[in-house]
């Protein structure tokens, strides 16, 4: 059974630092998609960053120079560092995975507020 569990939101200050953090636990790990999308009150979910099995990323034009996605092969996790950020970053923010098969795992939502 495939899991994907996300974590580490919170409140944050504009300017201040954010880490997200993903464990998944049944996947083919080094041959699978990771990423984190958000949604906004009132928009749709949007792609954040993605990282491919072989570490090629992609980012929104917005999170560019702020944000930095990685994953970890032997912990079989994946992180997203959000570092300056704006109130316009607030967001319910989920993890991804998509399978080698093409089946997309997502998690249950972690909620990043950034106000002062």
């Known amino acids: 059974q495939v899991q994907v569990v996300d974590s580490g939101g919170g409140l944050v200050q504009p300017g201040g630092s954010l880490r997200l953090s993903c464990a998944t636990s049944?996947?083919?790990?080094?041959?699978?998609?990771m990423g984190w999308y958000r949604q906004a009150p009132g928009k749709q979910r949007e792609l954040v960053a993605s990282?491919?099995?072989?570490?090629?990323?992609t980012y929104a034009d917005s999170v560019k120079g702020r944000f930095t996605v990685s994953r970890d092969r032997i912990k079989e996790t994946v992180q997203l560092q959000m570092n300056n950020l704006k109130p316009e970053d607030t967001a319910v923010y989920y993890c991804?995975?998509?399978?080698?098969?093409?089946?997309?795992?997502w998690g249950q939502g972690t909620q990043v507020t950034v106000s002062s």
């Open positions: 049944g996947l083919i790990f080094h041959l699978t998609t």
């Open positions: 991804y995975a998509r399978s080698v098969f093409d089946t997309e795992y």
């Open positions: 990282v491919t099995h072989d570490n090629s990323v």
